[in-house]
C-alpha cells in the first residue's frame, strides 16, 4: 500500500500536470460516460430533489401528501428557528478544524520528514481507526470520558476539573469527539503535501540565512499549504454537518445543525429539513470559496 | 552586459568586496557508516579565486562542498575562513552560499523574491535597487516577476546565481551548476560565470565531473578520487604534468606504456619502452626508478611514415600500424598497434600540409622528450579512464 493511495486527493497539485494533445475521437467522452451518470444519479438527482423539497408547502405532511408551492418562507423560517444551532454548528466545526490542524500538521510532519523507514507503518496506524465504525469509536469515547472514567478521575484529583466537573455531556466533549473523528481527514492530505516538498528547498533556505523557524515559515509551510486547505476543508465541511458527536457526546444544549435536520426529517417536516440542509450547503460553499480565494489556492477547485 | 555593473568594478576587475579571507580545509573527513566520502582532505582556497573540485561521480566533492556550506557535519577535522573556524557553525551563519545543481528556486516565490530572499532574512528592508542589479547582472532584469518555473534551464541557473552572489558571500559554492544544460548553453555559461567571477572577485569553489569545465573556468583545479585529491595545479599544470594515471586519464587522454628507468641523468630520465629509450625530463617523473608508465597526451604525437629520420630530442618508437582512422573535422584521431600489441592514440590537426594516413600504414610516432611523463607503474593504467565519457 503506498501513500498516494491512502488518499487519492493528494492535495491536488499532481492534476497539473499538462494536458494531454486533443484527439479528435469518442473515447474521451465515452470514458467520461460513467462518471457523468453516477454525477446525476447520485448528486444532481438527490440535489434537485433536496432543493424542490425545500419549496414545498411546509402545511403539508406523510398524510396528506406534499405540494411544491415555492414556499420561500420555509428559508427566513429556518433561518429564524435554527440560527444559534447554526452559529454552534460553525463554531463547533471550525474549533474541530483548528484543534486537528495543530494536532495534525505536526504528526503530518514527523511522518513526511522524520520517521523514516517508519513512514508507512506510521501512515497505517493514522487510518487504522477507519477499520473500525465510526459509531463504536465515538461510543468508546463516551466510556472513556464518563464521569467515573479514569480521565474524569485523573483531571478531578489534579483540580483541572471540579469536585463535581465532567467532560461527558459538555461542549469540550463534542469538540474533542469531532476533532478525533475527523483528524485522519486533516492528516492525509498534509502529509501528501509535505511529503511532495524538495527537502533542497529547505536547505537552500538555511543556506540563504534563514534560521529553522524562518525556513518553516518561509518555505515549508507556504508549500504545504494547498495540503492545509484541503485538509481543513476536508475537516470542517463534515464537522459543521455532523449530529453523532453531539447525539453521544454531548446533550440538547449542544444540539447542532446536524441534529436538527435529523429530527426534522426524522419527524416528517420534509420541507423545513430540506431548507436546513440547502442553506448549510449554501453557508458552507460561500465559506469554503471566500476561504480558497484567501489562501490564493485556486488550483483546488 | 556592463548596465547594472558600477564603474569601479568595471575599472578594477577582481577587486575583492569582502574582507578577503581564505577557506582552509583542514584534515576533513566524512564517514557515512562504513562509506569513506571523504578521506582526511586538507586544502586551501586562496581568497578571490576561481577553485574547481573536479572528480567523477561519488568521488566525495559534492560532499566536500556540502560541509563547507554546513548542510554536512564532517565526522573529523576542521574548515576555517580565514581564522574564523566554521565547522560546528549551523548553515545560516556562515557567510557562504550555495548554488544547487538542480538550483532549489523556491517555486513559490518569483524571481525577484527568490534573489531577494537572503537579504531579507538577513533584516534588509530595502532590497528592491540590489534585486534589480543582480538581476541585470546575470541579464534577466525583466523576467523578475516570473515564477521560477515558468523560465528555461539556463535562466534558472542564473536566477540561483544571482540568488547566491546578492549576499556577497566569503565562498560561493557551485555544486555542478551547468550539470542539467546541453552542451551549448554549458559552454555558454562556463564563460558567463568565469566573466562574473571576475567582476565580483569572490571565492568561487565550484564541483563539476566535466574536466573541460574544469579547466575552461578555473584557475586552480583539484581532480579528486575516492574521497582524496590526487593532484592540485592549474590546469595546464595539471594537463602537462599529471602526478598519477588517474589524473593522466581523467583529465583529457593518454598514452601510457609500461617500460622502466634505465639511467637518471641531470635533468633527464631515460626509459626503456620495449627496446626503445626514450627520454622524459625529470620534472614530469613522478617514479623512483624501475618499472614505471611512459605517458604522453595523444596530441602531443607526431606521425610519419616508416624509416624517416628524426632531430635528436625526439623520442620515437617505430613500426606501428595504422588501425583506425576517424576524421573529426578540426582533427584525425589515429589508433596505432605498436609491435608489441598496445593500441596507442594520435591526433593530428587537420591543417592540410599533407594527406591523411590510411588504415594499415606503417608509421612512427614522435614526441618532444618534455612532452612525455612518467608514472608510477603500481598504479592501474586504467584509472579513471571509464569516467572520460561522462564529461561530454
Redesign the interface.
Same mark, same amino acid.
Given at each position: 500500500m503506498t501513500a498516494p493511495a491512502l488518499f487519492p486527493g493528494g492535495g491536488g497539485a499532481d492534476d497539473q500536470q499538462q494536458p494531454p494533445p486533443p484527439r479528435r475521437s469518442r473515447t474521451g467522452y465515452l470514458l467520461l460516460l460513467p462518471g457523468t451518470l453516477w454525477l446525476l444519479l447520485f448528486f444532481m438527482v438527490p440535489l434537485v430533489t433536496l432543493v424542490s423539497t425545500s419549496l414545498y408547502d411546509p402545511a403539508g405532511t406523510l398524510e396528506t401528501g406534499y405540494q411544491l408551492t415555492f414556499a420561500f418562507g420555509n428559508y427566513v423560517d429556518a433561518i429564524d428557528d435554527y440560527a444559534t444551532e447554526f452559529t454552534r454548528s460553525l463554531l463547533y466545526g471550525g474549533l474541530a478544524t483548528l484543534f486537528a490542524l495543530l494536532l495534525g500538521y505536526p504528526l503530518a510532519y514527523a511522518i513526511a520528514f522524520r520517521a523514516g523507514r517508519w513512514k508507512y507503518v506510521m501512515l497505517l496506524l493514522v487510518i487504522a481507526p477507519f477499520f473500525t465504525s465510526f459509531l463504536i469509536r465515538t461510543l468508546s469515547w463516551k466510556m472513556l470520558l464518563a464521569d467515573q472514567g479514569v480521565i474524569v478521575e485523573v483531571l478531578r484529583f489534579l483540580h483541572i476539573l471540579g469536585d463535581d466537573g465532567r467532560l461527558l455531556a459538555t461542549a469540550p466533549a463534542v469538540v474533542l469527539g469531532l476533532t478525533y473523528n475527523f483528524l485522519p481527514f486533516m492528516v492525509l492530505p498534509l502529509y501528501a503535501s509535505l511529503d511532495k516538498i524538495?527537502v533542497?528547498?529547505i536547505?537552500? %533556505?538555511?543556506?540563504?540565512? %534563514?534560521?529553522?523557524p524562518?525556513?518553516f515559515r518561509?518555505?515549508t509551510l507556504?508549500?504545504s499549504m494547498p495540503g492545509v486547505v484541503a485538509g481543513t476543508l476536508l475537516t470542517f465541511i463534515p464537522a459543521a454537518g455532523d449530529y453523532i458527536n453531539v447525539e453521544l457526546l454531548g446533550t440538547p444544549q449542544q444540539t447542532m445543525i446536524g441534529n436538527r435536520i435529523q429530527s426534522l426529517f426524522g419527524a416528517g417536516s420534509y420541507p423545513a429539513a430540506a431548507a436546513l440542509s440547502v442553506t448549510l450547503m449554501l453557508l458552507i460553499l460561500a465559506m469554503v470559496m471566500l476561504y480558497i480565494r484567501r489562501a490564493g489556492t485556486d488550483e483546488l477547485l | 552586459m556592463s548596465a547594472g555593473v558600477d564603474e569601479q568594478e568595471q575599472a578594477n576587475p577582481g577587486v575583492q568586496r569582502g574582507p578577503g579571507n581564505d577557506l582552509r580545509l583542514v584534515s576533513l573527513s566524512k564517514q557515512f557508516g562504513a562509506f569513506t566520502a571523504v578521506n582526511d582532505l586538507t586544502l586551501t582556497v586562496p581568497a578571490g579565486s576561481f577553485f574547481a573540485l573536479l572528480g567523477p561521480s561519488g568521488c566525495g566533492k559534492t560532499t566536500t562542498l556540502r560541509m563547507v556550506a554546513g548542510l554536512e557535519a564532517p565526522t573529523a577535522g576542521d574548515i576555517f575562513l580565514g581564522d574564523q573556524d566554521v565547522t560546528r557553525l549551523r548553515p545560516y551563519k556562515r557567510p557562504v552560499n550555495t548554488v544547487f545543481q538542480n538550483y532549489a528556486l523556491f517555486p513559490h516565490l518569483s524571481v525577484a523574491e527568490n534573489v531577494a530572499f537572503g537579504l531579507k532574512r538577513r533584516g534588509r528592508k530595502k532590497v528592491d535597487a540590489e534585486v534589480a542589479r543582480l538581476l541585470d547582472l546575470v541579464e534577466l532584469g525583466d523576467r523578475g516577476r516570473r515564477r521560477p518555473q515558468e523560465l528555461s534551464g539556463g535562466q534558472q541557473q542564473r536566477v540561483a546565481l544571482a540568488r547566491a552572489l546578492i549576499n556577497e558571500p566569503e565562498v560561493l559554492l557551485l555544486d555542478e551548476p551547468l550539470g542539467a544544460l546541453d552542451l551549448k548553453l554549458r559552454r555558454q555559461m562556463q564563460i558567463e560565470l568565469k566573466r562574473i567571477q571576475t567582476e565580483v572577485g569572490l571565492t568561487f569553489v565550484h564541483v563539476t565531473h566535466d574536466q573541460e569545465e574544469a579547466m575552461t573556468m578555473a584557475d586552480t583545479v583539484a581532480v579528486m578520487n575516492a574521497g582524496v585529491i590526487e593532484q592540485m595545479g592549474p590546469p595546464g599544470e595539471l594537463y602537462d604534468n599529471p602526478a598519477t594515471t588517474f589524473v593522466a586519464n581523467f583529465l583529457g587522454q593518454s598514452n601510457l606504456v609500461a617500460g622502466h628507468v634505465t639511467r637518471m641523468r641531470d635533468d633527464l630520465v631515460e626509459v626503456d619502452v620495449e627496446g626503445t629509450t626514450v627520454l622524459a625530463s625529470r620534472t614530469r617523473s613522478h617514479a623512483d626508478g624501475g618499472a614505471v608508465w611512459v605517458g604522453v597526451r595523444p596530441e602531443k604525437v607526431f606521425l610519419d611514415s616508416s624509416g624517416q629520420t628524426r632531430d635528436h630530442g625526439i623520442n620515437v618508437v617505430r613500426a606501428g600500424r595504422i588501425c583506425d582512422v576517424s576524421y573529426t573535422g578540426v582533427s584525425t584521431q589515429y589508433l596505432v598497434r605498436m609491435p608489441w600489441g598496445q593500441e596507442l592514440t594520435v591526433f593530428e590537426q587537420n591543417t592540410g600540409a599533407r594527406e591523411l594516413f590510411r588504415v594499415g600504414a606503417c608509421v612512427d610516432l614522435g614526441w618532444r622528450a618534455e612532452h612525455t611523463f612518467v608514472l608510477d607503474a603500481a598504479q592501474d593504467a586504467h584509472a579513471g579512464v571509464e569516467y572520460e565519457d561522462l564529461g561530454t
Open positions: 524538495d533542497r528547498l536547505e537552500a %533556505a538555511g543556506d540563504l540565512y %534563514a534560521s529553522p524562518q525556513a518561509r518555505v507556504p508549500l | -
